[in-house]
C-alpha cells in the first residue's frame, strides 16, 4: 500500500533549539532507542508486525529497520519515512525537519493509518481513541527535543 493512500491519523509538532543536523542525528538514536526496548520488540512479536528487529545501516537509511517498521525515505536533515504493518493495521510515520531560525528546528510527526475489519477497527479504538498514539507521539518527540539540546 502507497504511503499517500494511507488515511491521515495526526500530526504532532515541536520547536528544537539546535540545528537540524543535530536534530537528526538525535531523531534516529531517539527512534532506535525507543523501538529496540525488550517491550517495545515484544509488543511488535504480539502484534504480528512485520518487522521485529533492529537492521541495516546507522544512522537510518533507507531499508534500515526498527521493531515495527522500516525505512522507506531519508533524506538527511529534512525527513524520515518509516512504514510497518502488523496483523492490525498499516502504516505510516513520516518525521519532517524544518529550520525555524538560526539553530532552531521544527520537528513534526505526521502518522497515516489504515485499519481494516472489524478486530482492527477495536485495535483503533484502543490505540487511537484512547489517546495512547498522542501521549506516544508527544513523548518521542521530547525525548528528541531533550536529547538535541
Known sequence: MQ?????YVDEHATVIAAGTDEVWRSLGEA????????????????VGSAH??????????????????RVVAAVPGRELVLKGSHRFSSYALIFR??????????????????????????????????????????RLLSAIRRLSE
Open 3 to 7: 504511503i499517500a493512500s494511507l488515511p
Open 31 to 46: 527512534l532506535d532507542r525507543s523501538f529496540s526496548r525488550p517491550r517495545a520488540v515484544g509488543y511488535a512479536r504480539l
Open 52 to 69: 521485529c528487529t533492529a537492521s541495516g545501516p546507522r544512522p537510518l537509511a533507507e531499508d534500515s529497520t526498527i521493531p515495527g517498521f
Open 97 to 138: 525537519l524544518d529550520e525555524v531560525g538560526p539553530a532552531r528546528s521544527r520537528l513534526r510527526a505526521e502518522t497515516r493509518a489504515t485499519f481494516p475489519g472489524l478486530a482492527s477497527d477495536l485495535y483503533r479504538r484502543l490505540v487511537i481513541g484512547t489517546g495512547g498514539h498522542a501521549v506516544g507521539m508527544r
